[in-house]
């Protein structure tokens, strides 16, 4: 069984460009998170979705960032104008249902904003 | 404020030595969960622990949750190279959130 698939694994921008990350979770998995981590730190949630809905956007920095799942499998996470500080890896992660299940992350796209 | 921390936050020991991680968190819970990540790659899950008492054991690492005391600890027996990692521990909340620790670098020396 393919795991989460997560592309780029590298990205390199200059601040205020526009980046997007995206992620293909495990077959039939219906939750999907992203994650932010900051070196030296543990995972931070930014948005869950249950298919299609975003059930818990509270820690998204909506100015900035926005993350779309239009057909409740595949999603995109994008930053629009990045800063230095989103320099970090976002980590995609997906469980069966709800958040009370195991959840099997990706490996994370490195972001660095120079 | 919910949290969710872990001592040590690093970790160096000799193989074959024992030792436990501690993970202490600030509100109700009886879903918690281990994980292992390796530098540059993704997180691993090890345990899910689902009630008070719970213990589970998977070759070197032994997990156990106390709830009462908020408290799960991640305990290594005789400890290996190949154990050396950074080991995460996170709560479920009622709210279906997940809150990770810090972590804990582990480094086994030779």
């Known amino acids: 069984e393919a795991g989460v698939v997560q592309s780029p694994r590298y990205k390199i921008i200059e601040k205020k460009q526009p980046v997007a990350f995206w992620c293909n979770p495990i077959s039939g998995h219906n939750t999907l998170y992203w994650y932010l981590q900051n070196l030296g730190q543990g995972p931070e949630l930014l948005i869950r979705?249950?298919?299609?809905?975003?059930?818990?956007d509270s820690q998204l920095p909506k100015d900035r960032f926005s993350a779309e799942r239009l057909k409740g499998v595949d999603s995109t996470l994008k930053i629009q104008p990045a800063e230095l500080g989103d320099s970090a890896v976002y980590l995609c992660?997906?469980?069966?249902?709800?958040?009370?299940?195991?959840?099997?992350f990706g490996q994370g796209t490195r972001l660095t904003v120079v | 404020e919910l949290k969710v921390e872990q001592n040590p936050l690093f970790l160096s020991m000799q193989e074959g030595k024992n030792y436990t991680i501690y993970c202490n968190y600030s509100t109700t819970s009886d879903r918690l969960y281990w994980y292992r990540q390796d530098p540059g790659k993704s997180l691993e899950s090890l345990f899910v622990l689902l009630s008070n008492g719970a213990v589970k054991q998977e070759g070197r690492l032994m997990a156990s949750l106390d709830t009462k005391a908020r408290l799960s600890t991640l305990h290594i027996t005789a400890a290996v190279h190949d154990l050396s990692a950074t080991y995460f521990c996170?709560?479920?909340?009622?709210?279906?959130?997940?809150?990770f620790g810090a972590g804990t670098r582990l480094f086994v020396k030779a």
């Open positions: 979705y249950e298919n299609e809905e975003a059930v818990d």
């Open positions: 992660a997906s469980s069966r249902a709800g958040g009370d299940t195991e959840a099997f």
């Open positions: 996170a709560l479920a909340t009622g709210g279906f959130k997940t809150i």
